[in-house]
């Protein structure tokens, strides 16, 4: 009986689905997190008289047919990339993007990272790092005697000296941004990786063509909207349920057949 397996394929579809939905949930306090949503496909159909075959000798032919479904599959599950709101926090090194494009991580084997997360400290000797310690590129030291940090909407970084009147520049912060973002390959610690779906990084200062501004003293939050998120996973639930009732209709169809004399 194929309603078995179709409405088993949909139970393992909803259970996917709530389980995206509960990621989603538990990084509603995630700074840069995008929420993420899945899509699916139909499976392959059983063609028990096919669409367009001839049905009779005049040539006349079959407009419809019978497509037998064989359930559903999990296609994607995709980031939306769309602006979270900007939480102001006073604090001077931390950063949010206004706008399209990444910060650049490199991380300690050598590869390059991008985030959205600017919750940025400074290491022993000076260096803007993650607060795992990874360096923020272009690689940007603020001097040990530095008494203000100062990061403007085009990512330059100047520092204020003991002594001095005037703001001393100390680098110049780079945003990367992807044909496709979705195709980033997220690696956890709010980390991701460049991609053949994604493309090659585009870099460029913020506030450029096509790049987002800088904002100092703010982070930005997740965007994930609860009232959203709680609505599909009522209906991911009921769906659930559903294909559960076809599993146990199917189940008391077989019964019948087996008690029959």
Known sequence: MR??????????AQQLH????????????????????PEFQDLLYQSQRRIGAVSSQEGTVVPAGVQLGLGVK?????????????????????????????????LPNGDTAYTRSGNFQLSPNGTLVTPDGYAVAPGITVPAEAIEV????????????PGQTEMVEVGQLQLATFVDPAG????????????EASGPAILGTPGSDGFGKVQQGFLESSN??????????IAAQRAYEMNSKVISASDQMLQTVTQMR
């Open 3 to 12: 309603a078995l397996g179709v409405a088993a394929t949909g139970m393992m």
């Open 18 to 37: 709530v389980e995206v939905i509960a990621n989603n949930i538990a990084n509603m306090t995630t700074t840069g997190y995008k929420r993420r949503r």
């Open 74 to 106: 999990t296609a994607a599950v995709y980031r939306i990339h769309e602006q979270g709101s900007l939480v102001n926090t006073e604090n001077p090194l931390d950063l949010a993007i206004q706008g399209d494009g990444f910060f650049v991580v490199q």
């Open 150 to 161: 100062s990061i403007n909407g085009e990512g330059t970084v100047s520092v204020k000296l």
């Open 184 to 195: 980033l390959e997220a690696i956890g610690d709010n980390l991701l990786l460049e991609t």
């Open 224 to 233: 994930v909207n609860p009232v959203q998120e709680i609505t599909a996973l």
